[in-house]
């Protein structure tokens, strides 16, 4: 069974940074795919960015040049460095994560980030 635990959310000011971590407490699993969504309020859940455990990345068009998802896949790790942040990225994030291609989604609890003045 997967357990992931979210890390490093908050309240930063715009064009602040801040630092996500997701890390599964639970399994000894090979991760294939770990990432990242979020849902701001009234709002659907969307992906921001996702990495497989051959290092290939995707992100949302929203956050490219600004967020980076990185893996430490020997120890199901992943991070998300979030920088020049904008109100817009106000949202609650959840970690995802899948076994296999196609296989079940896990989610964490979910961490929020506020970006305001």
């Known amino acids: 069974q997967v357990q992931l635990v979210e890390s490093g959310g908050g309240l930063v000011h715009p064009g602040g940074s801040l630092r996500l971590s997701c890390v599964d407490s639970?399994?000894?699993?090979?991760?294939?795919?770990m990432g990242w969504y979020r849902q701001a309020p009234g709002k659907q859940r969307e992906l921001v960015a996702t990495?497989?455990?051959?290092?290939?990345?995707n992100y949302a068009d929203s956050v490219k040049g600004r967020f980076t998802i990185s893996r430490d896949s020997g120890k199901s790790l992943v991070y998300l460095q979030m920088n020049s942040l904008k109100p817009e990225d106000t949202a609650v994030y959840y970690c995802n994560a899948r076994l296999s291609v196609g296989g079940k989604d896990y989610w964490g609890q979910g961490t929020q980030v506020t970006v305001s003045s």
């Open positions: 990495s497989t455990r051959s290092g290939s990345t």
């Open positions: 639970a399994s000894s699993f090979s991760i294939y795919l």
